[in-house]
């Protein structure tokens, strides 16, 4: 069994269509200079209200993934 090493960061993702869509674009933004993304947990959730209704959603979440 190997002992992997695992690093966290931290990231906002947004998005006006949901809390996952919101989720998916900051995985896939973080995918694009990170690697070995093994796992997230979302720590904050908000959303943005205009004229009584949700326009907008931000979604704060950890990400973990093993080191080389």
Do not use: C
């Given at each position: 069994m190997n002992d992997?090493?695992?690093k966290q960061i931290e990231l906002?993702?947004?998005?006006?269509?949901g809390?996952?869509?919101?989720?998916q674009n900051a995985i896939?933004?973080?995918?694009?200079?990170?690697?070995?993304i093994r796992w997230f947990q979302v720590?904050?959730?908000?959303g943005?209200?205009?004229n009584n209704q949700v326009v907008h959603w931000q979604v704060s979440l950890k990400i973990g993934f093993t080191l080389d």
């Amino acid at each position: 069994m190997n002992d992997n090493i695992y690093k966290q960061i931290e990231l906002t993702g947004t998005s006006p269509e949901g809390i996952e869509k919101a989720i998916q674009n900051a995985i896939s933004k973080a995918g694009e200079t990170l690697h070995n993304i093994r796992w997230f947990q979302v720590t904050e959730t908000r959303g943005a209200i205009d004229n009584n209704q949700v326009v907008h959603w931000q979604v704060s979440l950890k990400i973990g993934f093993t080191l080389d």
